[in-house]
């Protein structure tokens, strides 16, 4: 059984810093890409950033120069390191692994981070 659990979550001011953490159980993970999305409040859900197997991070361009993705294959851990956020940044926060042997995504449930002073 996957799972994934998001922490890290919370209030944080404009200019500040947070860190998302998401642990992943019930596979190896290290062969698959892990993603962040996002999803603000009465919008969509939205890609946030990304990163391969292999360590290749890929971030979308409302975060770029100030969002950093990065993975612990050894913990089973990605982690979206959240310097200077935005009010805009405000959003449940999801972590997501296309497991492509099974041909299904799975999910965690998801942390709120508030910015705002």
């Known amino acids: 059984q996957v799972q994934l659990v998001e922490s890290g979550g919370g209030l944080v001011q404009p200019g500040g810093s947070l860190r998302l953490s998401c642990a992943a159980s019930g596979r190896i993970f290290s062969i698959f890409a892990m993603n962040w999305y996002r999803q603000p409040p009465g919008k969509q859900r939205e890609l946030v950033a990304s990163v391969t197997s292999a360590g290749s991070a890929n971030f979308a361009d409302s975060v770029k120069g100030r969002f950093t993705i990065s993975r612990d294959n050894a913990k089973n851990t990605v982690y979206l390191q959240m310097n200077s956020p935005k009010p805009e940044d405000t959003a449940v926060y999801y972590c997501?692994?296309?497991?492509?042997?099974?041909?299904?995504?799975?999910w965690g449930q998801g942390t709120q981070v508030t910015v705002s002073s």
């Open positions: 997501n692994v296309p497991i492509w042997t099974e041909g299904r995504d799975y």
